[in-house]
């Protein structure tokens, strides 16, 4: 029989995909729809004194302008707003709330009209008058302002005593801009109210239960009559983790007008929602000579809006990775008058990781060691914050399979001793990790007679493959092909799921579809049992598997009974299962995904220009569900790497307080002359304590470490350390 698992199936949704019969949020198309646009703030700070909206309303086909003055039906209350992902200190920005601005581009007035174009039209008449307030956007003026949050990882020994006197030390402060999600499809939702009084929105969201709970607070409605679809996505990496202001005021607008409602925010609108804050992280490691790393402390400072609190764990993965007698984090936060930033894929750890990364590599050149073996002999068999033994871990492997793909015994460790015509070579590595987390989630599969199983959960697809490994999981356990196999996803209405993020999903739907599966085959047991003169009379639950659309004895593989017949003696149509898998905490172990990135740079000389040429990621990553979307995560993580190094920093100017390069053409990301070939290592890593199937996810592994492997390829090709990101060419030359 096939079996799914672990092959490289392709997208079961590829085809609807790439032929547009998939419907994105913003491409619901009812009968009546109404189109929205936002107007938003010119001012950082201050107050609205005066909106006037009559010259947008005269324009024709415009059928109201909703602002603070005629203010919607929402809720009063900040918590109201707060949704799964909120951070915990603070209160939630309420769109059309009062006349405060706290953010340029902050939404004020949202235009309805009968067409998209007359609502973008009337949006930019609205006539606004503010009160300015003094504001700050610069992350370095409010430095010093910085405050302690959350508490980091335990300290351990007396960090600053051994790096005072190690040996051999380097510390260094490095730095990571604002960067913007920028997926692909453009932050959407249409909203619909139902005849019966029922509210349906199709959403671009990573979590379609956390905006039904939302938008049930912020509008005051009941569960039963809200429904929130997200069936497909272009792209989340954690953008769509909140509830995005677009939905509240699609709501708004069609409960407003008793007529569907459609907002697209447009690109430059999109750069005023969230983004991966600023950080500093400050790192200072102290090695005896012979390469054992003594002390280490790991500082961060992020930026923050004026209104939240966000931040991540940036610094606990120095501690994780290395093994240290002494180490000391610490987290602040600064304020800027902008909105709250969000998690972006692999949030504190594509930020804190590129900083250790760097560093270590420094403490390497001071040590004169291989980068590779000073990891190696600071390596980690124990999670040095729990003193715990890990669930698995083959980055030693990651480390060796990657070295020898990449070539990496050929390196010669001299800054600017390797050449290609006039550009210089570098080569550089780093290590990345994440966490194998799972959350409660459950799946509903309903099998019917003919051989069919339709399998249900609540999660979303953000364009990972969850689609995909759900009809493998699916197929798999059920013994039926792939085709047979029919997956609904991101309907607020399916099985309990948690918003998609944090590479938890694919571990937690497996879990819940391989439950419900399971309890199936129990019930086509029971019934197969009872078949008159059945050759399975006698046998055996544990015995029991579903193979080819059979239910069959594995002990006595010629004892089956098919599916169909089972179910047609028993009278049964179908047979539904809805299982929650709930985790039990694995205390015992601690649970970790990782990898080693090695990357190749040129540099051209006289003209600075630099371009990576070859990168190996190697990953352990427990059981790889489908190699084909896998392998595309890693890929993409590193092509975001990539980005990081050399390309993404979303600029502000400070006198307005208002990102200079809202749009793909001015914030940089890869193009494909950028993304060289990457080879992706998927290193073996059997691990049946993470969890029974040993799936740990990939969605946010192959981004860590990446870009301090270019940026450390830099510094061999170059002997040029440019510790502020991006790396661009003016930086070089300076
Ligand atoms: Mo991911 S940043 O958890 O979508």
């Known amino acids: 029989m096939a079996t799914y698992i672990g092959t490289p199936t392709s997208r079961v949704d590829g085809r609807a995909k790439v032929t547009g019969t998939a419907k994105y949020a913003g491409e619901v198309n009812v009968p009546g729809l109404v189109y929205g646009a936002v107007v938003e703030s010119t001012i950082a700070k201050g107050r609205i004194i005066r909106i006037d909206a009559s010259p947008a309303r005269r324009v024709a086909g415009v059928l109201d302008v909703l602002t603070h003055e005629n203010p919607p039906a929402m809720a009063k209350k900040a918590s109201a707003y707060k949704d799964d992902v909120a ?132 509008f005051n409605l009941k569960a039963d009559d809200v429904r929130v679809v ?46 991966r804050p600023a950080t500093i992280e400050r790192l200072a490691l102290g090695a005896t000579a012979d390469g054992t790393l003594d002390a280490m402390v790991h500082e961060a400072i992020g930026v923050t809006s004026q209104y939240e609190d966000f931040s991540r764990n940036d610094t606990g993965w120095s501690g994780l990775l290395y093994k240290c007698a002494n180490a000391r984090y610490a ?58 033994p890990y669930s698995s871990k083959k980055l030693r492997e990651c480390y060796r399979q990657g070295a020898e793909a990449f070539g990496w015994a050929r390196r010669s460790p001299e800054p600017r001793s390797m050449r290609d015509g006039s550009d210089l070579v570098g080569w550089g590595m780093a290590t990345g990790v994440w966490e194998a987390l799972q959350m409660q989630a459950a799946a509903r599969i309903v099998l019917t007679a003919n051989g069919h199983a339709e399998v249900a959960c609540a999660f979303t697809d953000i364009g990972t493959g969850t689609y995909t490994i759900m009809a493998q999981m699916a197929a798999d356990r059920l013994g039926l092909p792939l085709d047979n196999v029919t997956v609904k996803l991101g309907d607020s209405s399916l099985p309990q799921a948690p918003v998609e993020g944090g590479s938890w999903t694919a571990a937690s739907v497996s879990h819940a579809i391989a439950k419900a599966a399971d309890e199936i085959r129990k019930e086509l047991w029971r019934l197969a049992k009872d078949v008159p003169n059945s050759p399975l009379a006698g046998a055996r639950l544990r015995d029991i598997a579903l193979v080819d659309g059979n239910i069959a004895n594995q002990a006595d593989s010629g004892r089956v009974v098919s599916i169909a017949d089972a179910m047609r003696h028993g009278g049964l149509e179908r047979i539904e299962r809805e299982t929650t898998n709930k985790f039990k905490e694995a205390n015992s172990h601690a649970h970790n995904t990782h990898s080693a990135v090695f990357a190749e740079v040129k540099v051209d000389e006289e003209l600075g220009v630099i371009r990576v040429t070859r990168a190996v990621s190697a990953v352990a990553a427990g059981r790889i569900l ?17 980005g990081m190094a050399l390309h993404e920093e979303t600029m502000i100017d400070h006198r307005f307080g208002r990102v200079m390069n809202p749009n793909i053409a001015e914030y940089h990301v890869p193009v494909n002359a950028d993304v060289p070939g990457i080879e992706v290592i998927f290193v073996e890593e059997p691990d049946d304590i993470v969890n029974p199937l040993g799936i740990k996810g990939v969605g946010e592994i192959g981004i860590v470490g990446v870009a301090a492997a270019i940026a450390n390829a830099v510094y061999h090709a170059t002997g040029k350390r440019v510790r502020d990101l991006p790396i661009t060419l003016d930086k070089l030359q300076r």
């Open 87 to 218: 951070p915990e200190q603070g209160s939630p920005f309420r769109p059309l709330f009062d006349a405060r601005i706290m953010f340029s581009g902050q939404p004020i007035a949202l235009v309805l009209a009968e067409e998209w174009e007359v609502a973008r039209f009337a949006a930019t008449l609205v006539q606004v008058e503010y009160e300015r307030e003094n504001f700050i956007t610069d992350f370095s003026a409010q430095r010093d302002q910085a405050f302690a949050v959350e508490k980091p990882e335990k300290p351990r020994g007396d960090a600053e005593k051994a790096y005072a006197a190690a040996g051999v030390r380097h510390q260094a402060d490095y730095f990571i801009p604002i960067e913007h999600h920028n997926p692909m499809e453009l932050y959407a939702s249409t909203a619909i109210w139902e005849a019966n009084g029922k509210l349906t929105v199709y959403d671009k969201t990573q979590g379609v239960q956390n905006v039904h709970q939302y938008l049930c607070h912020v």
């Open 230 to 275: 997200s069936a497909f996505m272009g792209g989340g990496f954690g953008s769509g983790l909140r509830p995005q202001f677009q939905v509240a005021l699609a709501v708004l607008g069609a409960r407003a007008l008793q007529r569907p409602v459609r907002l697209v925010l447009t690109r430059q609108q999109m750069y005023a929602l969230c983004y």
């Open 331 to 388: 987290h602040r936060l600064a304020r800027v008058d902008l909105p709250t930033p969000a998690d972006m894929r692999a949030p504190g750890a594509a930020t804190g990781v590129y900083g250790l990364e760097c560093a270590m590599d420094e403490l390497a050149v001071a040590l004169k060691l291989d980068p590779v073996e000073l990891r190696l002999r600071c390596y980690s068999e124990r999670d040095q914050h729990q003193d715990l």
């Open 626 to 642: 489908n190699t084909k979307t896998a392998r595309s995560q890693i890929l993409g993580g590193v092509v975001w790497g990539i």
